[in-house]
């Protein structure tokens, strides 16, 4: 119940994002081009929300395994192998995530006193986005560390030369 509620809340932030990017890119050219009178902080805040979009997207992709993959290597090893060579995967996905968020933290506090120069809110929001998406990363691949360990088939993703392999 728990993972089904995040996984509803997660993917609602990544609507959300899409939503503020749709809804200001539209409604700031209505403005500019009938009213000449565009929002000045549209764009900016727009920007932000791909920032934060992307970072979310990355671990819901991963989730899904739709991340783009050469599986040439993959499609030839025997399905037991494949499996420690997914599992070596979520692993280095969780370092990734790790190093991912040990540079985005002490960005995030240096320079998140800034303000933004078009809407004034604090750059934090924005540098934020980098260690939240880190931390969804590293959430995505210890829930597929135990799966893989138990040799469970259909939470995992599916890009590591899995194409034609069973599980």
């Known amino acids: 119940m728990f993972w089904r509620a995040y996984d509803l809340a997660t993917t609602a932030l990544l609507a959300l994002c899409g939503a503020v990017m749709f809804g200001l890119a539209i409604g700031n050219a209505l403005l500019r081009y009938l ?24 671990a819901l992709a991963y989730r899904a395994g739709h991340h783009i993959v050469i599986t040439v290597t993959t499609d030839a090893l025997p399905t037991r192998l ?23 933290l002490p960005l995030a506090r240096s320079l998140g006193m800034l303000e933004a120069p078009s809407s004034g809110i604090q750059m934090v929001w924005a540098y934020a986005a980098i260690p939240a998406g880190a931390a969804l990363l590293a959430i995505e691949a210890l829930r597929l560390i135990p799966a893989e360990l138990d040799g469970r088939d259909g939470t995992e993703p599916r890009a590591l030369g899995t194409a034609g392999a069973p599980s």
Not at 38 to 58: D, F, H, K, N
Not at 84 to 100: K, M
Request: aromatic share 14%; net charge neutral; no cysteine.
């Open 82 to 104: 494949l499996r420690w060579f997914r599992l070596a995967s979520h692993v280095l996905t969780l370092a990734t995530a790790g190093l991912l968020a040990w540079s985005g």
């Open 35 to 58: 009213f000449d009178a565009p929002l000045v902080w549209g764009e900016e805040i727009s920007r932000y929300a791909m920032v934060w979009g992307v970072m979310i997207g990355v």
